[in-house]
């Protein structure tokens, strides 16, 4: 601050500790000056040059004059507020981040805001309002846009989002919408993270909950008592156990001091009101020794500021207890918040896994295993698989949680076992019905349809051939793997990338094929290993019709080797032809040994040989 005389069209930069009536830190434009008083008038890039003038006794103003080149950028208008600015230097920078600004100075006529970022104070240069934006609480609570490249999202459009997350919760009757945390945040959202909050009349610091943030900013004005910048959950906690501490930590970050100017020019300095013992007792917390303690203790925070050296307790390890617990990590915590139903968003992940054991949408073997996995869809390489999803029966599920499972561990020390392999296509289909049966109450609307896409895919294709148990587990690894690419796509991209997943349930999926033509090439590979085989000599006489009849196929075995079957029987490729099979009667295969069905794909080499012979594929089966 610039100590000079008060003059009309000097600034001055003053808060409520100088001026009660100001609700925060703000410009003030000097008017006139008339004796022992000057008139003035807010200023500011927010306020209007016809704004109300009001008297502050020079008193006030004398120290608080500033130089006329912060009217540039306004640096003041920041202080007390968070702001979202981009990073200048380290691993994150050109990023956007949080923060909250404390203060600021004059360095060459460049102003510097002293930005409190996580646990440390950074100098940020304000040099445009590109890279400086104020913002409100809620998108300071949630950090939309937080890690993005400035390149990516500019200034301009950072605010885009952050109007439409204002706009999103708006209209939302019950809490945070899903809408929000699933497409709008960059970063998960923490609802029980303990993150700083300033004050804008005395700068002082505090800690809540972004929930405790939310919640404020979410309720209507005027239809709540709770004070944002206290946290009801938090000071539970924090609450000592009798009224003997209640003296022994002191607010050490508060600025709440008493600025108001007398008439007379005198600054009357007041002493501070410190406890000796306090600072004695701050002193020896941080050099307490470290010994084993509960990772979930139930301790007051106050028991931890002792008097004395003996006082010190060990607290006993309960790793036994927690060990049974489900503790999602950061990456599964950013999935389940953007695939979560409405539900169950910012609730305790164990308490979910819990629920949805015993809820009647669970028509599966619901072992801790399975639910942990299916938290975040943990399909594919993660070890859950679709027919995880079978239908059970009391018997079986009896017997299996019994003998196998320990179905209230929903640790990870609780690993679950691989899935039987289907025996028929059926089993596939009811798989996929109670998945999406559990989808509905345990994961949103875009994975329901997702999930949907896919079902109704195997319906249709179980409506049109019976494959064998070797194919039918090759499609459940098929299914599997869309299933972990949509996981996968949330964590590269968003929910929106994942959701085109399901454009990839057709028959003419590249990684279907590869797999139906490895398959193939496995068969042919093992009938090429067994050898030819001759036919024994046969001493019945046959009619020349007859022999006529039953002569050797046109088509080579190592053809017919690699045709779908149904069964026992071949695919028939004439029924699949424009010329249509020469059955007896309609529907019936001219050959006993052929069936007529629409296989999953069909073998180049077939359809080659029906484009030369049989005239090419007729109309209904175009797409294979």
Known sequence: MATSSVTPGALAFVGPPHLPSLEGFSYLSIVRVQGNSAIVRKTGSDTSDDGPEFDVKLAVLRHRIVESVEAELWPGSYVGHPIAFVQSAGDSSDQWAYGLVTGYSMQDHIAQLHVRHEAQTV?????????VIAIDRLNYALQTGASVNSMVLNALELLDKQNQVIVACGKSRSGLPSCVTSTLLSVPYEPDQRVPLIRPDTLAIAYVRRQHIVDCELTARGKTSADVFKDPVLEEKEAAPDTRTNTVMPNVSTNDVDLTFSDSDDEGNASANTTRQAAIDLVRLQNRPLDKRARYADTDIQELFMTSDADVPTLETRADIHSSMFRPSQVESQVRNAIAHTGTLGK????????AQQARHTRFLSTPPVLRAAYDLSFGIRGLSLMHFRRIFEGVEAQYTTDAVNMANFGRSNSHQPANPPANIGEIVDAFDNLLYFAKCFYNTTVCDFIKTGSEFIVEYAAFARPDASTCTMLVYWINSKLGKFRSLIIASNIQAAALVGREFTRSDGHLMELYQA???????????????RPAPSTKQHHPREHKTAKASMVPKELLAVL???GNKVMCMRYLSK????????????DPNRAHFKPLALPADAKSWIDKHFLGLASDFSDL
């Open 564 to 566: 779908p079957k149904q």
């Open 519 to 533: 398959q193939q090439d496995r068969r042919v590979a093992a009938i090429v290993a067994s050898g030819p085989t």
């Open 348 to 355: 305790n992940a164990q308490a979910v896994l819990e629920a």
């Open 579 to 590: 010329k249509g099979c020469t059955g007896p009667v309609p529907g019936k295969c001219f």
């Open 123 to 131: 100098c940020v240069q304000l040099r445009s309002t590109s890279t």
